[in-house]
């Protein structure tokens, strides 16, 4: 098949037209820069097949009209896309009539070829399905001998390049250079009358001085590269006949995203007329975690097979007790992956000339992933029915969910919840070139009022008060939450804040109740202004500098937040009083997957990283007893690997040169008599920076009552022992140890109660519940039990089988109160499948199932 520099015929001259360069109209031309990776995409024969089996409902699309690629196409181009392309080929008919009969000198161009696979090799880009040649069989040997690599197009004599004729679109990585042609159509190249331009332009609105328009004359004895690494740059390869192949670099700086290319021909006369070319196919241009220059460089090769290239991985779900890694297709080379992050990014209001900025385009990213108004790739949603979209936990990758997005106009897909956030905004930072990666933090607090405490109210009964005295207390403690790391250089802030930045993408509790109630006039790209949380720097986390961009008060809060209670007291104030609760509840885990390994059977691949976001004290938090009465018997009977390998790694954190213990943030918070002259300095901010920058995140209002505490003589201890282990099923028993240490006779009133919850903690229903007032002996012990059999919560448990455990129990005669929760999860039975036989396609297969 003859090459596009071998054609004999070519698109017409026209004075600044915007004809392709085959004279087809393009079907989506997007306001980023023309997106016309989405027609690469529409005529990828992978997606197509795709297609035609099963649509992104899992349904045969096959049987019905409109499966075949044609009508997917059809479908992908929506009402705005269709309105856009009238106007173009109205502007391409008022530019063939204003040049009609109108002769020129100009050269006339007959092809430009771009080398996709070939430059996508030297990118490490090849893997990406819209640069592969679907028309053969990659692995051919007359397609390896038409794929040279760069070296050896460096090297060739002739102009014998070959490409082919099949849809593929170049994804190359800035920081490094790339080859391309151009074919003359009637004449060679005569420098001493011909002037031509390379031209590359970003966005609806290309400036020079803004970096998204970029002019690049060709110069003949050009042969090596004279700008500064950081602007673009051409050098002349080889000039043979109608022939001039170049080398263009790519600044570590450029905007990424769809570059539209263009070739300008004019003469050397003043004010003669200028013809331009537009090249058939726009091209990717991707961040370049391979580059030094570039702000996402990673300078280690295994991370980068794992944060970067390696599209498969796994999102921890479950239960501080017993976290379970979930496997996930990322996808992030499929041919879907690249046209929705595009497309999301111009939904996101984000400014082109930005879109260089790895820190502006996760928080973009973040921002327009979950759906807001109409705008934004998944809807969420935690609880009830999911019979209009798409169950949470049915989704195995992200190329169904571009699938669906694209397919319907770019409307929100339903249902996400955070694990699907945090997996698909990996999937796109991936495909754009962001190392990346999803951690899970298990018992999460989500604070929605700015105090780093979730709180919780009860009545005089013990009971849960939905919403708090006034009904807008949205705090809440969820079993588990994912979010998404992203790795990048952070130089908007002081130095030491590199490396890992959390980014969160699930929308906050309070913003997904209003977003159904907000104004329409809101309605648009800015409306998605409050979901944005990060990049906030993982190491800015850990120290407890929460004043740092972006958004790190509410990740800090995440994982750090004090779980506050309170009850009911026609003695205090202000109605409650405080009741001590175990203080450290929150963060007990933070997990990923560890680079280079991958367990389908069990999670040997898991990776504590806990430490990155958290500073222990001098023994584990397991084995501390909290400021109230409740202990956690939390390690009683655990074996887990992740805990103990980190209680034996990261008990002792000290100072250089110094065996003087770090205090936390916590620490300070807690603590206002805390006398920092005890300490070393860190990093040159002290107690009372770190005490200031933790109040100033509070509200004034709210940190009096919340840290308001009363001396009372606490001489009965209570143990609430938390389950490990409870199988689908089987009754289980709730239990707190009670006893009386003083040398007096006391009083116990104690609640204790189970419901069953959606991993967000949210309740759905009353398990059980136990009551009970005795009299304690001085020295002597009690057990309070709670029994929940298998006919009490068969027909009352929600999606996960998550089950939430609240005690509360207060001393009559010293007024001591105590509380405490905890979470756990139903195990259910392991299914087995064994495949009988051979299986052949379009057979029947025997297939052997069984529970473990």
Same mark, same amino acid.
């Given at each position: 098949?003859?090459s596009?520099?071998?054609? &004999?015929? *070519?698109?017409?001259?026209l004075? /600044? !037209? =915007?004809m +392709?360069q085959?004279?087809?109209?393009?079907?989506?031309? %997007? #306001?980023?820069?023309?997106?016309?990776?989405?027609?690469?995409?529409?005529?990828?024969?992978?997606?197509?097949?795709?297609?035609?089996?099963?649509?992104?409902?899992g349904?045969?699309?096959?049987?019905?009209?409109?499966?075949?690629?044609?009508?997917?196409?059809?479908?992908?181009?929506?009402?705005?896309?269709?309105d856009l392309d009238?106007?173009?080929r109205?502007e391409?008919?008022?530019?063939?009539k204003?040049?009609?009969?109108?002769?020129?000198?100009?050269?006339?161009?007959?092809?430009?070829?771009?080398?996709?696979?070939?430059?996508?090799?030297?990118?490490?880009?090849?893997?990406?399905?819209?640069?592969?040649d679907?028309?053969?069989?990659?692995? &051919?040997? *007359?397609?390896?001998?038409?794929s /040279? !690599? =760069?070296? +050896?197009?460096a090297?060739?004599?002739?102009?014998?390049? %070959? #490409?082919?004729?099949?849809?593929?679109?170049?994804?190359?990585r800035?920081?490094?250079?790339f080859?391309?042609?151009?074919?003359?159509?009637?004449?060679?190249?005569?420098?001493?009358?011909?002037?031509?331009?390379a031209?590359?332009?970003?966005?609806?609105?290309?400036?020079?001085?803004?970096?998204?328009?970029?002019?690049?004359?060709?110069?003949?004895?050009?042969?090596?590269?004279?700008?500064?690494?950081?602007?673009?740059?051409?050098?002349?390869?080889?000039?043979?006949?109608?022939?001039i192949?170049?080398q263009?670099h790519?600044?570590?700086?450029?905007?990424?995203?769809?570059?539209?290319?263009?070739i300008e021909?004019t003469?050397t006369?003043?004010?003669?007329?200028?013809?331009?070319?537009?090249?058939?196919?726009?091209?990717?241009?991707?961040?370049?975690?391979f580059?030094?220059?570039?702000?996402?460089?990673?300078?280690?090769?295994?991370l980068?097979?794992?944060?970067?290239?390696?599209?498969?991985?796994?999102?921890?779900?479950?239960?501080?007790?017993?976290?379970k890694?979930?496997?996930?297709?990322?996808?992030?080379?499929?041919?879907?992956?690249?046209?929705?992050?595009?497309?999301?990014?111009?939904?996101?209001?984000?400014?082109?000339?930005?879109?260089?900025?790895p820190?502006?385009?996760?928080?973009a990213?973040?921002?327009?992933i979950?759906?807001?108004?109409?705008?934004?790739?998944?809807?969420?949603?935690?609880?009830?029915?999911?019979?209009?979209?798409?169950?949470?936990?049915v989704?195995t990758?992200?190329?169904?969910?571009?699938?669906h997005y694209?397919?319907?106009?770019?409307?929100?897909?339903k249902?996400?919840?955070?694990?699907?956030?945090a997996?698909?905004a990996?999937?796109?930072?991936?495909?754009?070139?962001?190392?990346?990666?999803?951690?899970?933090n298990?018992?999460?607090?989500?604070?929605?009022n700015?105090?780093l405490?979730?709180?919780?109210?009860?009545?005089?009964?013990?009971?849960?008060?939905?919403?708090?005295?006034?009904?807008?207390?949205?705090?809440?403690?969820?079993?588990?939450?994912?979010?998404?790391?992203?790795?990048?250089?952070r130089?908007?802030?002081?130095?030491?804040?590199?490396g890992?930045?959390?980014?969160?993408p699930?929308p906050?509790?309070?913003?997904?109740q209003?977003?159904?109630?907000?104004?329409?006039?809101?309605?648009?790209?800015l409306a998605?202004?409050g979901?944005?949380?990060?990049?906030?720097?993982?190491?800015?986390?850990?120290?407890?500098?929460?004043?740092?961009?972006?958004?790190t008060?509410?990740?800090?809060a995440?994982?750090?937040?004090?779980v506050t209670?309170?009850?009911?007291?026609?003695?205090?104030?202000?109605?409650?009083?405080?009741?001590?609760?175990?203080?450290?509840?929150?963060?007990r885990?933070?997990l990923t997957?560890?680079?280079?390994?991958?367990?389908?059977?069990?999670?040997?691949?898991?990776?504590?990283?806990?430490?990155l976001?958290k500073?222990?004290?001098?023994?584990?938090?397991?084995?501390?007893?909290?400021?109230?009465?409740?202990?956690?018997?939390?390690?009683?009977?655990?074996?887990?690997?992740?805990?103990?390998?980190?209680?034996?790694?990261?008990?002792?954190?000290?100072y250089p040169?110094?065996?003087?213990?770090?205090?936390?943030?916590?620490?300070?918070?807690?603590?206002?008599?805390?006398?920092?002259?005890?300490?070393?300095?860190?990093?040159?901010?002290?107690?009372a920076?770190?005490?200031?920058?933790?109040?100033?995140a509070?509200?004034?209002?709210?940190?009096?009552?919340?840290?308001?505490?009363?001396?009372?003589?606490?001489?009965v201890q209570?143990?609430?022992?938390?389950?490990?282990?409870v199988?689908w099923?089987?009754?289980f028993?709730?239990?707190?140890?009670?006893q009386n240490?003083?040398?007096?006779t006391?009083?116990i009133?104690?609640?204790?109660?189970?419901?069953?919850?959606y991993?967000?903690?949210?309740t759905?229903?009353?398990?059980?519940?136990?009551?009970?007032?005795?009299?304690?002996?001085?020295?002597?012990?009690?057990?309070?039990?709670?029994?929940?059999?298998?006919?009490?919560?068969?027909?009352?448990?929600?999606?996960?089988?998550?089950?939430?455990v609240?005690?509360?129990?207060?001393?009559?005669?010293?007024?001591?109160?105590?509380?405490?929760?905890?979470?756990f999860q139903l195990?259910?039975?392991?299914?087995d499948?064994?495949?009988?036989?051979?299986?052949?396609?379009g057979?029947?297969a025997?297939?052997?199932?069984?529970?473990?």
């Open positions: 098949m003859s596009p520099l071998n054609q &004999s015929g *070519s698109p017409g001259m004075r /600044r !037209s =915007m +392709n085959q004279g087809s109209p393009t079907l989506l031309r %997007h #306001s980023m820069s023309g997106n016309s990776g989405l027609n690469n995409l529409a005529n990828s024969s992978g997606f197509a097949r795709r297609n035609a089996d099963q649509d992104g409902m349904n045969n699309a096959s049987a019905r009209s409109g499966g075949n690629s044609a009508a997917y196409r059809a479908s992908l181009v929506s009402h705005y896309a269709e009238r106007r173009r109205a391409r008919a008022v530019e063939e204003l040049t009609d009969g109108m002769p020129s000198d100009n050269l006339k161009i007959d092809s430009v070829e771009l080398f996709a696979r070939d430059n996508a090799r030297e990118h490490r880009t090849d893997r990406y399905e819209v640069v592969l679907s028309g053969r069989d990659i692995g &051919s040997p *007359s397609t390896m001998a038409r /040279r !690599s =760069m070296t +050896n197009m090297s060739m004599t002739s102009m014998d390049y %070959h #490409s082919s004729s099949s849809p593929s679109t170049a994804v190359l800035r920081g490094q250079p080859f391309m042609a151009v074919r003359m159509k009637d004449r060679n190249f005569d420098p001493r009358r011909d002037v031509l331009r031209v590359f332009t970003f966005g609806p609105n290309p400036q020079v001085t803004k970096g998204s328009k970029v002019v690049l004359p060709f110069h003949m004895n050009q042969r090596e590269f004279t700008r500064a690494p950081q602007k673009w740059d051409m050098r002349i390869h080889q000039q043979e006949g109608f022939n192949s170049c263009v790519i600044p570590a700086n450029a905007l990424v995203g769809l570059w539209r290319v263009n021909t003469t006369t003043p004010g003669a007329r200028i013809d331009e070319f537009r090249c058939k196919d726009d091209i990717y241009v991707l961040f370049n975690p580059c030094r220059e570039d702000c996402v460089y990673l300078d280690d090769e295994e980068r097979r794992e944060y970067l290239m390696n599209d498969t991985g796994k999102v921890f779900v479950g239960t501080h007790h017993r976290p890694g979930r496997r996930w297709i990322y996808g992030q080379f499929s041919d879907v992956a690249l046209p929705a992050a595009q497309l999301l990014l111009g939904q996101s209001g984000l400014n082109p000339t930005e879109r260089g900025n820190v502006q385009v996760v928080r990213i973040a921002s327009i979950n759906a807001n108004e109409g705008f934004g790739l998944l809807e969420g949603k935690w609880e009830g029915s999911f019979e209009d979209g798409v169950c949470p936990w989704w990758g992200s190329s169904k969910i571009f699938e694209l397919r319907n106009g770019s409307k929100p897909v249902y996400g919840q955070c694990w699907v956030f997996a698909v990996t999937s796109i930072f991936r495909a754009l070139g962001i190392p990346s990666r999803p951690v899970t298990f018992v999460s607090a989500r604070d929605t700015h105090t405490s979730v709180d919780k109210y009860f009545d005089v009964f013990g009971d849960e008060m939905k919403g708090g005295p006034d009904g807008d207390n949205q705090d809440a403690l969820w079993n588990f939450h994912a979010w998404t790391e992203v790795w990048m250089s130089p908007d802030l002081q130095t030491g804040y590199n890992w930045q959390a980014v969160d699930t906050p509790p309070q913003c997904r209003n977003s159904t109630g907000a104004d329409p006039k809101s309605r648009g790209p998605v202004e979901f944005r949380r990060g990049p906030s720097s993982v190491e800015s986390v850990r120290r407890g500098e929460i004043g740092f961009a972006f958004d008060p509410y990740l800090f995440e994982i750090n937040a004090e209670h309170f009850q009911e007291d026609e003695t205090s104030h202000w109605g409650f009083k405080k009741i001590p609760v175990n203080n450290y509840q929150v963060g885990l933070i997957k560890r680079p280079g390994a991958d367990d389908d059977v069990s999670d040997a691949d898991v990776e504590d990283i806990t430490g976001y500073t222990l004290d001098n023994t584990s938090r397991y084995q501390r007893q909290s400021d109230g009465c409740f202990n956690s018997l939390f390690n009683q009977g655990m074996t887990s690997p992740y805990l103990e390998r980190r209680d034996r790694e990261r008990d002792v954190i000290q040169g110094t065996s003087v213990r770090r205090p936390s943030a916590m620490d300070i918070a807690r603590k206002p008599w805390y006398d920092e002259s005890r300490y070393p300095a860190d990093s040159g901010k002290t107690a920076d770190r005490m200031s920058a933790m109040n100033a509070r509200s004034v209002d709210r940190a009096q009552p919340i840290f308001d505490s009363r001396t009372l003589n606490e001489d209570f143990d609430l022992v938390e389950q490990e282990k199988a099923g089987q009754p028993n709730v239990q707190v140890l009670i240490r003083s040398q007096e006391r009083t009133t104690a609640y204790l109660c189970a419901n069953s919850v991993y967000t903690g949210v759905a229903r009353r398990l059980g519940r136990s009551d009970r007032q005795f009299v304690l002996q001085p020295g002597s012990r009690e057990t309070m039990q709670l029994r929940i059999s298998w006919e009490e919560y068969r027909e009352r448990v929600v999606d996960y089988g998550h089950i939430k609240f005690a509360m129990a207060s001393v009559q005669e010293t007024k001591q109160s105590c509380s405490a929760e905890d979470d195990e259910k039975p392991k299914l499948i064994q495949v009988r036989g051979n299986p052949q396609i057979q029947d025997a297939l052997l199932l069984s529970r473990s």
